[in-house]
């Protein structure tokens, strides 16, 4: 099986990958288009910045290849968020795989949430032999708004998406390649999706 973990300018690219060698899956960190579409999954992962990140995807058009893969995408934290159709975050407009907002935290709540929330109302085989209220480790200051396409819930102040799905696209804000063994479960959900 050919996994392939989208390259831009955005971190955790190497982390997924060793995570992915833990369940015993071998993937490749590319930004080659040819590579991306020819490969059986895909994961979308990112830490960083939305709109700079979206300038990068655009100027070396990964924007739309994205947007037109027909195999099972995985999009991790900021790579979730940005296959939204919107961010706060510099004011971007994103991928619109998800038609929703991505909206930064406000409240009494510390910002960014950094560390351990669980996750509910599961509804996909990603999360077969997950738990309802199972722990996930998290780390970001915007959310995605609850929609249609919501698989999963966490509250932090207020409830929204902890992850999505649509047709062939998963996301999740969590990172399950920080989130020991039940992270690695979801992993291992994905790639035999």
């Known amino acids: 099986m050919k996994v392939a973990i989208v390259k831009y300018n955005s971190g955790n690219s190497c ?3 060793f995570a992915l060698e833990r369940i015993g899956v071998s993937a490749f960190i590319t930004s080659d288009i040819h590579e991306i579409q020819t490969a059986d999954k895909v994961i979308f992962p990112g830490v960083g910045e939305a709109s700079s990140a979206m300038n990068f995807l655009r100027e070396n058009k990964l924007d739309k290849m994205i947007v037109d893969l027909k195999q099972p995408v995985l999009g991790i934290c900021l790579g979730m968020q ?7 975050e510099g004011n971007s407009k994103c991928l619109g795989i998800f038609n929703q907002k991505v909206l930064k935290f406000s409240g009494d709540n510390k910002v960014p949430q950094i560390g351990w929330n669980n996750i509910s109302n599961l509804n996909s085989a990603l999360f077969k032999n997950i ?3 199972e ?7 915007y959310y995605a708004e ?4 919501t698989i999963a819930n966490t509250s932090y102040g207020l409830e929204y998406s902890s992850a999505l799905q649509k047709d062939n696209f ?4 969590f990172h399950p390649e920080k989130s020991g063994m039940k992270g690695q479960q979801i992993l291992k959900n994905f790639i035999e999706l």
């Open 82 to 88: 940005l296959m939204c159709e919107s961010s706060e």
């Open 135 to 141: 722990y996930m480790y998290f780390v970001h200051g």
């Open 170 to 173: 998963y996301g999740v804000q």
């Open 131 to 133: 738990d309802e209220m």
């Open 146 to 149: 609850k929609s249609v396409n």
């Open 15 to 17: 982390s997924v990958s």
